[in-house]
């Protein structure tokens, strides 16, 4: 582990999107490349950070120096974050999805002949964020959100994180024209108790730098 002001601190990461399956060979996913998340990872480790990090099907590889728990639902995601508990911050970087589908085949579903589609039932998905900020006992001391909003950013980013519990959220707009999403660029606002801080446009990699930085602050 590397030497910095996160030594001796566990810091849990969640990234990329989640699969939900339909049937055992297709599944509803996200857009979502997992490489902010990754990104974040590899910083905080970088500042010495114990690094737990939890990520769906990424298009990117996990940083190195890190434990990795790969998982694919969001139950599994949940169930990966329960037991990566305790941790001193945590941050939910992922694109959980919010809906499961409920009526999922065990076999490969098939056309039957009759021009009938099949219609698809949804279940809500644990939040596991709102989970873990609301924790009684347990709770890590700083729990860091993420709001990815295509209208009233800063707005709905504000009300997320009242509504959830957590401390910090990191939101960004992932309208398609602003091509963050998949892109290697992020445009982030940080709301938390003290208001709202807006960043510049950099690259994923500064993003995650700046935020493992504001979280050794709060840490120390
Ligand atoms: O409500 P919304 O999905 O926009 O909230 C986004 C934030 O909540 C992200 O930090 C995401 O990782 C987290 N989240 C979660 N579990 C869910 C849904 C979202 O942890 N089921």
Redesign the pocket.
Known sequence: LADGPLKGKHVLV?SGPTHEPIDPVRYIANRSSGAQGTAIARSLAALGADVTFITGPADVSPPSGVKVVKVQT?REMKDAVDAALPADAAV?????A?WRVENASGSKMKKDGSGKAPALEFAE?????AGVSQLKKGRPKLVV????ETDDVEANATA?RKR?GCDWIVANDVSPETGIMGGSENAVSVISDQGTEVWPRLSKDQVAAKLAKRIAGALA
């Open positions: 969640t969001a939910f970087a992922a694109a959980v919010d998905n644990p939040d596991i964020l959100g993420f709001a990815a997320k959830k």
